[in-house]
Every structure is written in structure tokens, then in C-alpha cells.
């Protein structure tokens, strides 16, 4: 009877690390697919507010440049959209057109 009990009791033990080995791998797994979800929705809403940020950007450059002036509301507006932009790896043109602004007649 006691050998059978050890036996038992081996079984049972293999069967429990078994199953716990099992369940620490499905649970890492899902946790590596919430994770690339997670990072790649972060992606795609930087790439958004970037892609939002440069439009609003170009359009209050273009607006003051039509107008010959740019007023000091809409020169701090540009500046502080232009630092998150940046901030964000936001680059290129926008640089350019946010600098002739800051060099702009003010009205």
C-alpha cells in the first residue's frame, strides 16, 4: 500500500507540474499578444496625433502667410503644437514652415 501510495502521489505531482507548465505558457502567451496589441495601438495613435498635428500645423502656416502676419495667439499655438510634433519624431518640411513663421511680421 505505501508503494502504491508513492506512486500515487509522483503521478499526481508530475500531473500538477505538467499542467502548471502548460498554464504559465498559455498565460505568457496571451500576455505577449496584449502587450504587441497594446504597443502597436500606441504606434498608430502616435502616427495619428502626428499626422493631425502637421495638418493644423501647415494650415495656421498657410493661413498667416496668406494674411502677410502672423498674430502672437497664433505664433505660441504653432509653437507649442510644433514641440509635441517634434517630441513625437514629427520632422521634415514643418521645421521649415514653423521657422518663417517665428520670422513673420507679428499683427
Known amino acids: 500500500m505505501d508503494i502504491i501510495g508513492e506512486l500515487i502521489t509522483e503521478q499526481a505531482v508530475g500531473a500538477l ?3 502548471a507548465t502548460g498554464l504559465l505558457g498559455f498565460l505568457c502567451g496571451t500576455f505577449a499578444k496584449r502587450a ?6 500606441e504606434t498608430a495613435i502616435k502616427a ?3 499626422a493631425l498635428l502637421r495638418t493644423h500645423i501647415i494650415q495656421e502656416c498657410d493661413k498667416c502667410t496668406d494674411r502677410g502676419y502672423v498674430h ?11 514641440e509635441v510634433y517634434h517630441n513625437l ?3 521634415g518640411t514643418i521645421t521649415g514652415m514653423v521657422q518663417v513663421l517665428n520670422k513673420m511680421k507679428r499683427g
Do not use: I, R
Open 36 to 41: 504587441k496589441k497594446a504597443k502597436d495601438e
Open 48 to 50: 495619428g496625433l502626428v
Open 17 to 19: 507540474f505538467a499542467a
Open 72 to 82: 502672437l495667439y497664433n505664433l505660441e499655438n504653432v509653437n507649442d503644437m510644433y
Open 89 to 91: 519624431g514629427g520632422n
